[in-house]
């Protein structure tokens, strides 16, 4: 039996939704709006990290969407969107949380 984490086999962006799909080796699968993929991005400017203050947190608009995705690793994907952010480093742990629990 093996202790690793669930792997994703798909990944799908669903433009006209505007949300990822996600299917994971364990059989698991879901989905997470662009928006909410950009409002829990984990990235060092989205969490505050490298300032001496913390950066006011923007509104994300309803009408996000994803530019390009490009795997790093094999532990993610990195997602540029169309508000110019690009440098969050998306998890396989943290897609599953977002994907899993949205539903």
């Given at each position: 039996?093996?202790?690793?984490?669930?792997?994703?086999?798909?990944?799908?962006?669903?433009?006209?939704?505007?949300?990822?799909?996600?299917?994971?080796?364990?059989?698991?699968?879901?989905?997470?709006?662009?928006?909410?993929?950009?409002?829990?991005?984990?990235?060092?400017?989205?969490?505050?990290?490298?300032?001496?203050?913390p950066l006011?947190?923007?509104?994300?608009?309803?009408?996000?969407?994803?530019?390009?995705?490009?795997?790093?690793?094999?532990?993610?994907?990195?997602?540029?969107?169309?508000?110019?952010?690009?440098?969050?480093?998306?998890?396989?742990?943290?897609?599953?949380?977002?994907?899993?629990?949205?539903n």
């Amino acid at each position: 039996m093996s202790n690793a984490a669930p792997w994703p086999t798909e990944l799908r962006f669903r433009k006209t939704a505007g949300e990822l799909y996600v299917t994971f080796d364990d059989g698991q699968s879901g989905t997470v709006s662009y928006k909410r993929l950009r409002e829990q991005s984990p990235s060092a400017d989205n969490k505050g990290h490298g300032s001496s203050r913390p950066l006011p947190s923007l509104p994300v608009p309803e009408t996000i969407t994803v530019l390009s995705a490009e795997p790093v690793g094999r532990y993610g994907v990195q997602i540029a969107f169309s508000d110019g952010h690009k440098t969050g480093l998306y998890t396989w742990s943290l897609l599953r949380t977002l994907c899993i629990n949205e539903n």
